[in-house]
Each structure stands twice: as C-alpha cells, then as structure tokens.
C-alpha cells in the first residue's frame, strides 16, 4: 500500500493507533511533539498513573499487548476508602479478585506501546515535532515552522488542546465545546518507604473522600504512590505556603501526611492542574482528517475512562478498517456513527460524578448511598452493578451503562430508604428505559430481562 | 507612550478599534490576512450589506465618524413585508423617520474606517499578514510562517474563526462554544435595472418571510440591492442546478425572480455560508491579550446585530481606557466585566429570534403576532417597544431589552387573544421582572414603571 498515513500524537492513544495500522501492514508516521519519553527524562513528567481497566484491557488484547502491558501494571481489586474519621473501608470492585483496575505509570505504558509500534516494519516515529497552523483547503501543515504538503489521511491524537482540532475548527460547520471545571488538581505523590516499601496497601485505588475535596492515590512499581488531591481551584490557591499545605494535609489527611517528606515544598512546585471537558463535531473532515481519543472527546477525569475511553476509540476504528480497509471516508464515518454516542455518554456521566460529588452537602449521605451502592453489588451479584462497575470492571458500552441509570438510582433510593432485597424493589417504571438492544448485563438488572436471561 | 499596540484583524471592528486608540496618541500596529480592500479587488468579495443601528451609529460618533459614514449609508425607517400571497405590508421601525436603519456596503465601510484609521499619526496598516500560533508562554507570535516576539498588548479583532483565540484556547482555563446552525444562507442580489435604477423600493429592508426560509434584500448605492436567502443548509444543497434554482424562485418569490438575469448561475457560483454563534470565556489574557468583536462572541445574523455590537465593543472599551489609561490589565478586566453579561444577551436573543422563526408551523399565527407587535409599537408609542426595536431603533443595553423580553410577550398574548389596548393587560407579575436599574425606556413599559415618570 503506497499511501503513507500520519498520525500527530505519540501519547498512548496515538502510539496504540500506530500499532493498530502497523499491524495491518500500512505504512505510518506518527508526529510528537515532545522528545522520546524512551531516551529523555519528560520535562515537568508528573509520573501519573493511570487505570487501565476491562475496556482498555480488550482494546491492548486485540493490539496483541495484553500480556505484555498487563505485567507492566498492579491490580487493584478495590478501593480502599478512608474515611474522614479515621476509618479505612476496602470494598472489591467485583465478586472475582480478577474484577480488578490495574494501576500502571503512564510513561512507562507510554514507552512500551511506542517500542511495540517502532517494532512493525511501515511505522516511523518522528519526535520533537510540533505541529502548528493546518490548511486543509491549500493542503499545507505546519510543522516545526516549516509547511509541508499536508499529509493524507491524518489522524489527530493530540489530546485535550489538539493543534489538528484547532485547524478543523476554523472550517465550518465544526461544532466545538471546551469547558474547565472550577476544580483542578495538584500531584502530591507518596514516597516509598525508607527501604524503598510502599507505605500504604498497594492492591487497591485509595481515596480520601472530603466531599469538597478528595485525595486519591495509585500504586507505582517502585513502591510509591502516584497522589492527586482534586480541589476548587480557588481552594488549592489558597494552600500557597508550605506551613498552609502540612496544617491543610495534617488536618484532613492524618494517616497520608506522616508519609511524606518534602510535602509543602513538592506541593507548591506543581502548578494546578486545570481539568476540561470537551465535545466536537463532527470528528473527522471527509476521509482527510479524524480526530481520536481526548483531541475528539476529552473527559474529566471522575471515571478513570479517558486513556480506556481513547483505546475503545482505536478498537471500533480498527474494526471499521476492517470494515471498509483504506476506504477512509467510508472508516470515518461509520467510526463517527458508531463512537460519538457513546463517548458523549461517557463524557456526560464523568461530569454527572463529579456534579453529584461536589454538592453533596451532607456528607453522611453520600458515604451511606455510597456504601449500600457497594453491599447491593457484593449481596445481588449479576442483579446489580452500579454504574461505575458497568463501565469500568465489565466494560459495558458506556451509553447502556448510562442507560441503566434511573434503574440504578431508583434502587439505591428504595434501599436507602428501608428496603432490604433488590427483589423487593418496583421497577416496572423502568421497562421501557432499557430496550433490547442493551446489554446483556444491564437487562439482567431489569425484572422481566432477569426472568429471560 | 513608547508602547506599540498591535489588533489583529482589519474588518470594521479592527479599524474602528484602531481609530479609537490612534485618537489617544497612542502607537498600534495593526495587522490584516487580506489584502487591502481600497487597492485590491477583494477575492470572492461578497459585496454584502450591513445594517448600521443606533448602537452603531453612538460608537461611531464617539469616534467622530458618524458625519462621514453615514453619508455613505441608505436610510431603511422600516421592513417591507413581501407575504406568501403577495401582499406587501411597510412596518415602520419607529414612529418618526428618524428612527431608521441604515444601510451600507460592508467593503465601503471598511475602506472609510481604514482611511480615518491611518489618517492617525501612530496608526500602521500592514496587510497580507497572516497570523498562526501565537505562543503566549515563549512570548513570540507567528506571522506568515515567520516567528516574532510577541507584541503586548494584543487585540484579537480577528473574527469568528479568530486566530488569536485559537492560541488562547489553548491554554486553560478558556471556556469557549462554537456552534453552527442548520441553516446557511446565499447572496442573490438583485441587480440594477436596465438605467442604473432601483428595481424595488430602496427605503427600506425588504423580507421575504417563508418560515422554513426567508430572503432578505438591503439597498445598495449603486441601485442593486444585497439579497441573502437563508435557509436549512439541505434545502440549499439541493438546490444544485440552475433550472432547480429558478423554479425555486420563480415559487417562492415571484416578484424577486423576474427581477434577475443569471440567478440560478450567480446562485450556484456563491458557496453556501454558514451561521456560527460563538461564546467564549474569559476573553483577555490578564494585560496581555484581549478578544473584542466576532472573536469575543460570534452573534447569528438575526437581529442584524453583529457589526453593531462588536462597535459598541470598542466604544466600551475606550470608555474603559478613559478610566484606567494604559493599564491593560485593568482595563481589560473592566471590559469583560461590564461587556461579557450584554453580549451574553444579544447572542442569546438572536439564537432565540432563529428558533422562534424555524419552529413557527402555522403561519398564520407568525404574521399575526408580528402584525400585532407592529400595531402595537404604533399604536402606544413609548408603552410598547418590541425586542428589535429596543435594541436596534433605540440602542438599549442588550440585557435590559432581554429582561423585557416576558413584558412583551405576555403583552402579545392578550393582544392576540382579544386585548385591544396595552391598558387592559395586567402586567402585574412583571413588577419584579425589571429592577430599577434598568433602562428608562424599558421602565415605561411597565405600569408602575410608566407612572414614575
């Protein structure tokens, strides 16, 4: 095949793309930015860790990465919920310990999906290359402020604030929303112990639930933990000291604050990460140009589904070239068709999370609907899966899991107020919402979907 | 003042922008993707008309430019109504000739503004300057594919596709929107007739309403009038050959189509345009960079109100700059805070002006109710003003006209259910609709607001 496809963006979606094409013998050049995270320390690396979950799992199985990513992570079979007084409560994201997240450090999993791309004969990776102005009419791109002829097809996986994004918008009619929650986030990890052991449990996602604020952190190899503490940003301006960030930690983090060393200093040289939220449409310019993962969709990050969502994103395309081959047209569009529902779903239920964490008033509420949500998943296994579970643990396509909704509130509410079985539970109101088409496991929630499954 | 100011952006928002600043003394470059209207016959120059409001006509005052531009206008002191049936019905816009629109071909305009703005001591034009990236970290600015530090302040008056916010975009927290609407519209002006002569009456703007679609016609100096047909972006599209186009027309508005000689050529010829609303937040870079215009907020062509707008945008902020001189970051602040809430309103009113002429079914009731607003304008002077005509016939802050907006309708409701005097309607519920802040004119339109003054 003669055609040379370009890919902008080396991050894991970018890189995991490369493999996807490479693997079907075309002929690619991905374009970065930033130099090779293999062979330069990442200026400003926050060292963050994502969690790959079932969705990302299924995407790097068809990649043929499985194995060797998944040895590369920690499971985390639950959460570890510390509570403001002091309790620590683990509750297992599944009945199976293999119903499990999988902690793993985002530049590492980056380096090995670029290796694994570099590896197939028609991939080249280009660093160090930054990509500016793109004039799909005159057919240029800029890059490193030199134009070239602009490269066809080109796929835009550049991230929340995509430069390929920025050009598609300028041609209309390209329909774009970015908008910042008035939360960010500052990195505050967790050092390893004095004999390089991890401090805290490492098989689990810690979260420190303060309802206007929340600590989480995830295991790291090396027998720390990658922390992010996400406030209103106003909040996290305040802590500008370091006594102000150790009286804030010592207050609200009791059990984490002895665990550092350098905690008021490390924490005032991060900047405050902004967190955005975006949707655009449409995603791709003809057969020319699409974008994919966060440069199409960027999703705050309440659900631990950006990077997962973004592979997903790979895995339907490669199933749509699989579809139309180099029909690039043909593979965008049906892309678009088949994806932009389900990111939106997505999208709208991280923001749905963080909306319903950020008003909680009474923080007894929400740790009780919270925890009966928990004891209903472990008490009616298959008979209910909150929505998070459906997402992230059994990989639910994410518009069924949004879907199921009003079935999973309505349940929550009748046990919180009293009821003791799922059995007793009415939910005639909810045989409409769901139809056939859903997936098997949400209809299993259903009564009449129970009685045939 | 050493300090150079450079605006993006030549339109007639940039260059009434830079004859505000020139008339301080101050220093500005002014910068410009295209070539110079006044020397170069525009590429696909569209020869469109604009309508000058009382709005735009304060602005241009305060600049000292309303003697000369309005010279180049045609006075419009009401719509002409070309109904379906063909009935053509005057509206006057106001009670005494006076209040008007006022017509102008949108190139002139820009050509006279120009002309006032390097007639300035400090004022440089410097055409064919295409701005890309603007990195406002490094500090430096790419203008045609050439780097440059980056000049401070910066006026982004650069459109609705506006460069400069594509780089602030990029750097969080920017909140932005764009949006486009079904509908697109297409020139089909009407030309002269066969001595240079009008071949319909140039007093006024003329409207074909046809519910789904609508032409409208501004009269042009030269005896041709500028004619938009907006309509679903699918109508247009599958009106692709000439005998289609003309059928079209020879249907829909038998008194414009004897009236061209190539009308389903020159329709073909033009591309369909597309309608975009924008929102953006915030729209300044501390004292480094502020968006005004169609950059800051794209408003849809409803209300006739974009121009005029983005002239009172500039008219604000010289206000502005009278109270904190050359403190851009004061100034800046003062700007968005006193501007953002207003042109919240105006883009808000036009999007609701398209909605509420798209989803009109019954014809009939359409008529009536603007039939009926317009008797009603007549009929009370002073004691009803509709939406259009407080902000365009009388200038009133867009957010005063907006909070009218329950006034009026409830007022249009009893009227079209058998009230025959303003008097009758009980405009009770309104009292704490509208504070005492708000415009006089506004005031007087509520019981207890008329009888106060």
């Not at 991230?159 to 970015?178: C, L």
């Not at 390893?192 to 996602?205: K, M, R, T, V």
């Amino acid at each position: 095949m003669a055609e040379r496809i370009t890919i902008i963006g080396a991050g894991p979606v970018g890189s995991l793309l490369a493999v996807f094409l490479g693997r079907r013998g075309m002929e690619v050049d991905v374009l970065e930015r930033s130099p090779d995270p293999r062979v330069t320390t990442v200026k400003n690396d926050r060292s963050i860790c994502m969690s790959v979950n079932a969705r990302g799992v299924r995407a790097l199985r068809r990649a043929g990465l499985a194995e060797k990513i998944m040895a590369m992570t920690i499971p985390m079979p639950g959460r570890i919920v510390h509570h403001a007084g002091g309790k620590v409560e683990t509750q297992p994201y599944g009945v199976s310990p293999e119903e499990a997240l999988h902690a793993v450090h985002r530049t590492s999993l980056n380096c090995a999906l670029l290796d694994a791309a570099e590896a197939l004969p028609g991939v080249r990776l280009h660093f160090e290359q930054e990509v500016g102005a793109i004039h799909f009419h005159g057919g240029t791109m800029e890059s490193n402020q030199k134009m070239a002829p602009l490269p066809r097809p080109l796929f835009g996986a550049d991230g929340a604030y995509s430069a390929v994004r920025a050009s598609m918008m300028r041609r209309a009619p390209f329909n774009f929303r970015q908008e910042h929650l008035e939360y960010g986030y500052k990195d505050v990890d967790v050092p390893a112990g004095p004999n390089g052991e991890y401090q805290l449990e490492p098989h689990g996602l810690h979260i420190w639930p303060r309802h206007k604020f929340m600590l989480i952190a995830l295991p790291k190899p090396d027998g720390s933990f990658a922390a992010e503490l996400f406030m209103p940003i106003e909040g996290l301006s305040a802590l500008d000291t370091a006594p102000k960030v150790e009286a804030f930690f010592r207050e609200h983090f009791p059990d984490v604050f002895p665990l550092h060393r350098n905690l008021g200093k490390d924490f005032l040289a991060f900047p405050v990460g902004h967190l955005v939220s975006t949707e655009a449409f449409p995603w791709n310019l003809g057969g020319e140009a699409l974008l994919v993962g966060d440069a199409a969709h960027a999703v705050v990050p309440f659900f631990g589904e950006g990077m997962n969502c973004g592979f997903e994103d790979v895995h339907v395309l490669d199933d749509c070239i699989e579809a139309h081959g180099a029909d690039w047209a043909a593979v965008f569009e049906r892309f678009v068709r088949l994806r932009k529902p389900q990111t939106d779903a997505i999208c709208a239920m991280a923001l749905e999370n963080f909306v319903e964490m950020r008003d909680q008033i009474e923080d007894s509420d929400f740790d009780i609907r919270k925890s009966a949500e928990h004891l209903l998943e472990v008490s009616f296994p298959g008979r209910f899966i909150g929505r998070h579970g459906l997402v992230a643990i059994h990989g639910v396509p994410y518009l069924d899991a949004r879907r199921a909704g009003p079935v999973l509130d309505h349940v929550l509410d009748a046990v919180c107020q009293g009821k003791t079985s799922v059995d007793e539970v009415d939910l005639g109101f909810a045989e409409n919402l769901v139809d056939e088409q859903v997936a098997p496991l949400v209809r299993a929630m259903l009564p009449r979907g129970g009685a045939q499954s």
